[in-house]
């Protein structure tokens, strides 16, 4: 009896225990189920709905970039695609793509470039197969759309250049983002986004992106689309207002032909640059939807440089342009009035070595105005020759020779100006006496970029230091933003001397015998003044000398003469400044001066048909003008 007492009361001893550690175990999983049920609450909710709720970035329109007169010269246009969702093709992609290619063209390469997308990526997203259809494509690809299941058209945007060539070098382009890009934007995470790559779209990038919207979808577990729940649209981008004249700038591309060229056109008063072309051009909207080996290598491969914006990043010798920087670092020293005559028998020794004038047998004495008249290089080697480089380097920086002239453009060179000092410096030898005559016309180791050129007319017309801008104005949302423009400093020449140097450009073009005197403009109203270059990039040997020096026509392309032509407009009352270089053109008066002439001719007459008055000028540039 004792012994079943005792059974039954270790029985009951377990039973506790047990009992005790399922009430323990049983308190532990409610504790725990309050504590995630009711403390826990607020933070799983959040992440529940995170899960359900997805928010998208949703791209912002690209801003417009327009002419100073409001003409589009960059906008957005629908870009009609194709696209392709692999779960709808009835588990057939492959069929839907080889029937998809008897409507549009799709290539053996890029069908398997679009498989290896539908493979790598969820069922239900959808994969890009062409973008940028015309609407006849489009038409037909709608047609076929009961034989193309999975396949949809859809709708986003594309940049568009509605001038193509003529801007392109201005402009830019855009194009998609690359592993190179700093990704310091959420937008350049987005499929497809395009960013600017060169010229003003990538000088104005961030602004003309504008600010992304946010899209919040409903999505079940597997991340596919149930619906939208709320949209809030983005900023759109800035519209950039330019200074140049969509019109002005048509004609210059198209005036420059097949030349390879450049062209630039300043507003003397404004530093506005009203139209600026480099000659062969691209397509711009070519990059935008994206170029094939072919064409690239075109472009690259092409030596006559389409890629390059040669208006700021050519650099030429500037040949007789130059001879104007002397002729007043000479008559800034004075070492020489205007009417001191210098005779040109046809060349000039110095030492052992002979330096020749472009007119065999020479000009005669040559007073300062009848020396930029006809163009004579012995009297520009003298007057070299007495001031010394340095102080044709001082003059030629003062007038914007030899360093970046500050327009808000990517890209610009330098140029070269030489001294004593870059020479030592740079290559390590002393400066030669020989090398300042040459410098004296343009030659040598000077080099400057068109650009250069226009504004040191415009600085010479002027007097002031002119610097020249590209970007007018810049519109948001909150307003619009016009960049501070500083008053032109005065650089501190003589104007009668300045007026001496307006003289001697106003022979060149319009006193009979002027070495561009055929190239003027014959309307009073519109008269041009202006300056001849030839730069040769070859050298001619004695031996050339003593039997005939070859004609321009008789040497390969590559080494013919570089054209060059600088000129101001109206001559009377100057608003324009303009330089043209064509590569290898032969004479600057007869390839780069009716250039110049039909220009500003342009520039003038689409003035006088606005009905834009010209600054008048002051009593004190009149009394000037007369006593010069």
């Not at 029937?99 to 790598?120: A, D, H, P, Y």
């Not at 494509?137 to 859809?154: F, H, K, R, Y």
């Not at 040459?438 to 600085?459: D, E, F, K, S, W």
């Amino acid at each position: 009896m004792q012994r079943g007492s005792d059974r039954s009361k270790l029985f009951s001893r377990r039973a506790a225990v047990l009992g005790g550690g399922k009430l323990v175990l049983l308190s532990a999983l409610v504790g725990r189920m309050y504590y995630l049920q009711v403390v826990e609450a607020p933070r799983f909710k959040t992440m529940a709905e995170e899960n359900r709720i997805s928010i998208r970035l949703l791209p912002p329109p690209r801003g417009r970039i327009v002419d100073r007169f409001g003409e589009e010269l960059a906008v957005n246009e629908q870009n009609y695609r194709v696209i392709i969702t692999a779960e709808d093709t009835n588990g057939n992609p492959t069929g839907t793509l080889d029937t998809l290619g008897q409507v549009i063209e799709i290539s053996e390469k890029e069908k398997k470039k679009i498989l290896k997308e539908i493979k790598r990526k969820r069922s239900f997203v959808p994969v890009t197969v062409r973008e940028n259809l015309t609407w006849e494509e489009v038409a037909q690809i709608e047609v076929n759309t009961p034989d193309l299941p999975g396949s949809e058209i859809d709708v986003g945007q594309t940049r568009h250049y509605p001038k193509g060539t003529h801007s392109a070098h201005v402009l830019g382009y855009v194009a998609s983002v690359t592993e190179k890009d700093a990704k310091d934007d959420p937008l350049l995470e987005l499929p497809g986004f395009r960013i600017g790559k060169s010229g003003v779209e990538r000088l104005h990038d961030l602004k003309l992106r504008g600010s992304g919207g946010t899209s919040q979808v409903e999505v079940n577990a597997l991340g596919r689309v149930i619906q939208e729940v709320e949209r809030q649209e983005g900023q759109p981008g800035a519209e950039v207002t330019l200074t140049l004249d969509a019109g002005l700038q048509e004609m210059t591309a198209e005036r420059l032909g097949e030349d390879a060229a450049a062209s630039v056109v300043l507003d003397i008063h404004t530093g506005e640059v009203l139209s600026m072309a480099s000659n062969p051009s691209y397509d711009p909207n070519a990059f935008n939807r994206g170029l094939s080996h072919k064409e690239w290598q075109n472009l690259i491969t092409n030596p006559r440089g389409p890629l390059t914006n040669k208006a700021i990043a050519g650099q030429y010798a500037p040949g007789s342009t130059f001879k104007m920087v002397v002729a007043l670092a000479a008559l800034e020293k004075g070492v020489i009035t205007p009417s001191q005559r210098i005779t040109c028998e046809g060349h000039m020794d110095l030492g052992n070595a002979r330096f020749h004038c472009w007119k065999k047998g020479g000009h005669g004495p040559m007073n300062m105005i009848e020396a930029h008249m006809h163009s004579c290089d012995i009297y520009f080697y003298d007057i070299a020759k007495r001031i010394g480089i340095n102080r044709i380097h001082d003059m030629a920086r003062r007038l914007g020779i030899g360093d970046k002239t500050g327009l808000d453009l990517p890209g610009e060179r330098t140029g070269l100006m030489p001294s004593r000092d870059w020479k030592l410096a740079t290559i390590g030898a002393p400066w030669q006496g020989g090398e300042t005559l040459i410098t004296g016309i343009g030659q040598g180791y000077v080099l400057a970029t068109p650009l250069q050129l226009a504004v040191m007319t415009a600085r010479l017309v002027s007097g002031k230091k002119v610097v020249p801008h590209l970007t007018r104005k810049i519109s948001t949302s909150q307003g619009i933003e016009v960049p501070v423009r500083k008053e032109f400093e005065p650089l501190g020449i003589n104007p009668h001397h300045l007026k001496i140097i307006h003289k001697g450009m106003n022979a060149v073009t319009n006193i009979p015998g002027g070495t561009a005197f055929r190239a003027r403009i014959k309307e009073r109203e519109f008269t041009m003044a202006g300056k001849t270059g030839t730069a040769q990039v070859r050298r001619i040997s004695k031996a050339e000398r003593d039997v005939r020096v070859l004609k321009n026509n008789e040497l390969p392309w590559e080494l013919r003469d570089h054209a060059l032509f600088v000129g101001f407009a109206p001559y009377d009352n100057p608003r324009y400044a303009a330089a043209v270089v064509v590569e290898h053109g032969g004479s600057g008066s007869k390839a780069a001066a009716p250039i110049v002439r039909d220009i500003l001719l342009e520039a003038q007459r689409r003035e006088s048909a606005r009905g834009e008055p010209l600054v008048a000028p002051s009593p004190a540039d009149k009394k000037d003008d007369k006593e010069a």
